[in-house]
């Protein structure tokens, strides 16, 4: 099946406590040019103050991938922290990818509905470095295919 086009990012920001999965990541993204730079932060608190940072000196992000669990502060926290703060500070909600090993419950899935525009992809145990790209970068193109 055809991949949906979308518009190449300036920027993705990725919240992840495991440093080989941001890495992997990282790769995925750049190598098959969704993003020509990757924001990377080890926790919620570090995303949290790298988003307000980004956005208020205009980096042009374009998506944010956020671990569920992650030390400091959980992914979740730091999605729906960054809604308020989008929302007190003018900003049009950024896409939010939750990557997850968690099964999506009925609470996760209210959360997603909450932190619209968003979506969920389950990290997969059994997954290889390369099953798991194909999988990101499909719901990267579905999620930023519905945003734009």
Partial sequence: ?????????EAIIVAEDSELTRNILKEMIVGKGLSRKVISCNNGFEFIVNYIESR??????????LDVIMPVLNGISAAVAARAWEKAAGYTPLPFLY????????????????????MYINKGASDSAS????RVEKVIRQLLKESF
């Avoid at 208020?56 to 991938?65: D, E, F, M, S, Y």
């Fill in 1 to 9: 099946e055809p991949t949906p086009e979308i518009p190449k990012l």
């Fill in 56 to 65: 208020t000196n205009k980096v042009p992000l374009g998506l944010a991938i």
């Fill in 99 to 118: 990557f997850t090993s968690k099964r999506c419950d009925d609470t996760f899935k209210r959360v997603i509905q909450h932190t619209r525009p968003s």
């Fill in 131 to 134: 099953q798991l790209e194909i």
